[in-house]
Every structure is written in C-alpha cells, then in structure tokens.
C-alpha cells in the first residue's frame, strides 16, 4: 500500500466531494462508477477491489460488501423513484471473497410500495462468480 497514492487519492476525493451526488468522498476513494438503468429498475456499481476494502486477515471486509450494496439499493430507489430512499434493515449472505480484480454489485427490487421499498443486490467478482447477496428494506423521503 503506498501511502502517498492514498494521501493523493484522499485529497482529491476530498475536492471532489458533493453532498446529494456520486461524487460524494467514499464514492471517489473507492473508485466507484455507477450505472443507472432506468427502464430495467436497476443500479450497478464497478469499482476496483483494493488493500484498502480488507480486513485484518487480507481479505475484502464484510462491511465494505455492505456499504457497497446498501449505496447500490438506496441508489436504485433514489433514482427510480425519484426520492432519496434510507435503509430500515439490511441482511447479507456472504460466499466468497475477493483479493483482486473488480466487484460488480448489481441492485434490482423485489418489491415497491409507497414509502417502504425492499431490495436486493447481487455482487460478483470480475468473472461472475457470486460474492454476496443482500437484501434491504428501504424507506423513501420524500423531496430533499
């Protein structure tokens, strides 16, 4: 881990970041990119597995697969919606790990109510191989 492309990438996550937007700084640090299809009523996050998502053992820290999944969800009700959407409750199921490559989490709903909507998302690592599966249920705002 080099720290000075840390402290680089830090600073300029730092610059970037945008309350309400994908520029917010996690999204930035982590290298997130997202795609947002409308018409199918699903959200992908990409972004790159690095030393930074491990945890003490070397591998990707549960949490991190969770962050990315519950930023993938809220991003699907946020954009279907129309309203930015907070989670109630999430549960994960984790099945394996990754040490490199890239991480594709892909949000889609099971159901869509009024104010409560509930998700799930499916992360797999560059070869389609099956990391984690999570499910959320999600309440929506209302306008910012």
Do not use: W
């Amino acid at each position: 881990m080099d720290p000075n492309h840390l402290s680089e990438k830090a600073i300029q996550a730092a610059k970037n970041h945008q309350v309400g937007t994908d520029a917010t700084f996690l999204y930035s640090f982590l290298d997130f990119s997202f795609n947002y299809m409308k018409d199918e009523e699903k959200v992908k996050i990409t972004c790159p597995v690095t030393e930074v998502m491990f945890n003490p053992i070397g591998f990707l820290h549960g949490g991190i697969v969770m962050y990315i999944a519950d930023t993938a969800m809220a991003h699907l009700c946020a954009s279907v919606i129309g309203s930015p959407s907070v989670s109630l409750e999430v549960k994960t199921q984790f099945f394996r790990t990754a040490r490199e490559g890239k991480i594709e989490a892909e949000a889609y709903f099971t159901k869509r109510g009024g104010t409560i909507q509930f998700a799930e998302c499916m992360l797999r690592d560059e070869e389609g191989r099956e990391l984690a599966k999570v499910s959320g249920t999600f309440y929506t705002m209302g306008e910012k």
